[in-house]
């Protein structure tokens, strides 16, 4: 069902889905779904996820960024998604943003990751004008030198995808699942996870930081609003995600493979 809304003439139309606490393995099933079969422009918005779940870049290995053993005796669900980036765990307190984009929906923009890179941070720089001091520094948002927010990109033949986690707060044991990357920003510097990042919650709230993320997305799309049926019949393309969790037996097989 449609939602009406205002409408900025001139700007390339975008659709807006917001959802509250959406699985995150079904959130990325979506973006999925629309990176591959959607001929339209899309702003999905999930405020919080269900239970603690750790999500991998495509091309992560496991035994080189998770602590296997403690994953498996918590019982921590490990999903491998779709796009680039580095690995998180997400829970009720994670913020998700997602762009869905044709490669000609911005003016000028190069559909490679640096520029599109670049064209977050601009529109991101609105939510946080006159707030901490942010900036982008290499792939990530920052406050400072401390990580607020993670990108993660995939782009195909006709379309891109940037989506962030947003760290409105988080759980300090939950982050003892996740080893320190062999690969990591310079302006990282070894620092472990506790002094890397930091809490979105002691910069803004909450619902005012949604309300002005969609009010950035505004000023270069005109954005209408639609329920989340609209997914069901945006393609009749037969659609097969690649985003899946991980087994059990795929991440003791891992944590052998590494012990050798």
């Keep these: 069902m449609l939602i009406p809304q205002t409408r900025n003439i001139g700007l390339p139309m975008m659709n807006l889905m917001r959802f509250k606490g959406l699985p995150i393995l079904q959130q990325l099933h979506i973006e999925e779904q629309l990176l591959r079969t959607s001929s339209e422009n899309w702003c999905i918005i999930n405020d919080g996820t269900n239970d603690p779940t750790i999500v991998m870049g495509v091309s992560g290995k496991p035994a080189e960024l998770l602590e296997i053993e403690s994953v498996l005796h918590d019982q921590v669900p490990v999903i491998r998604r779709f796009t ?12 998700f943003v997602t762009f869905i984009c044709n490669k000609e929906a911005v003016p ?23 707030i901490g001091d942010f900036h982008l520094r290499e792939n990530d948002y920052v406050f400072g030198n401390h990580k607020f927010g993670g990108n993660a990109q995939s782009i195909t ?12 707060d988080f759980d ?8 320190l990357p062999k690969r990591a ?26 309300d002005k993320t969609v009010e950035a997305a505004g000023t270069h799309f005109s954005l209408r609003s639609l329920e989340s049926e609209a997914i069901e019949t945006c393609s009749e393309t037969e659609f097969r995600p690649l985003t899946r969790f991980l087994t059990n037996e795929e991440l003791e097989a891992a944590a052998a493979l590494a012990g050798q």
């Design 172 to 179: 300090v044991r939950n982050m003892a699942y996740l080893k």
């Design 84 to 95: 680039g980036g580095g690995t998180v765990i997400v829970d009720h307190e994670t913020i």
């Design 185 to 210: 920003p310079a302006y990282r510097s070894a620092r472990g996870h506790l002094d890397f990042i930091c809490r979105l919650k002691d910069y803004m709230p909450r619902s005012i930081f949604i």
């Design 108 to 130: 000028d923009l190069q559909p490679y990751p640096r520029p599109i890179m670049s064209w977050s941070n601009t529109l991101y720089s609105k939510v946080f004008q006159g």
């Design 157 to 168: 033949k006709n379309k891109w995808i940037h989506h962030t986690s947003f760290l409105w």
